[in-house]
C-alpha cells in the first residue's frame, strides 16, 4: 500500500522557518521524483519544488532563494526547507511522487497534505 506522510507544517509568524517531511512507503521510492505542492483556500494547487530520482531540483519562482528540497532515499523521505516564510505562504502543503514537471497531472501519488500557516 502506498503512502505519503507529510509532517512538520504548523502555525508560525513571518520571517519563521519551518521543515516539512514526507515518508513515503509501498513504491520503490529511489526510482521516483518527489514535489511539493500547495494549496490556499479559493485557489487551484500550485507547484513548488521537485526533485529527481537523481537529485535535480526545481522551484517555482515565487520561492526560489526561500525553498530548500532535497531527499533521504536511505529513509525514503522528501524535505522542504521553508525560510523567511511569508503570510501569502499559508497553504495545505502536499507531497507527491511521480514524473518530475511542475503539473500534478503527472505525479501518481499524493499525501493527505499539512497545514502551513503564516501570520504577520
Known amino acids: 500500500q502506498v503512502q505519503l506522510v507529510e509532517s512538520g507544517g504548523g502555525l508560525v509568524q513571518a520571517g519563521a522557518s519551518l521543515r516539512l517531511s514526507c515518508a513515503a512507503s509501498?513504491?520503490?521510492?529511489?526510482?521516483?521524483?518527489m514535489a511539493w505542492f500547495r494549496q490556499a483556500p479559493g485557489k487551484e494547487r500550485e507547484f513548488v519544488a521537485a526533485?529527481?530520482?537523481?537529485?535535480?531540483?526545481y522551484y517555482a519562482d515565487s520561492v526560489k532563494g526561500r525553498f530548500t528540497i532535497s531527499r533521504d532515499n536511505a529513509k525514503n523521505t522528501v524535505y522542504l526547507q521553508i525560510n523567511s516564510l511569508k503570510p501569502e505562504d499559508t497553504a495545505v502543503y502536499y507531497c507527491?511522487?511521480?514524473?518530475?514537471?511542475?503539473?500534478?497531472?503527472?505525479?501518481?501519488?499524493w499525501g493527505q497534505g499539512t497545514q502551513v500557516t503564516v501570520s504577520s
Open positions: 509501498g513504491f520503490t521510492f529511489a526510482t521516483y521524483s
Open positions: 526533485i529527481s530520482y537523481s537529485g535535480m531540483t
Open positions: 507527491a511522487a511521480g514524473s518530475v514537471t511542475r503539473s500534478p497531472m503527472n505525479y501518481r501519488y
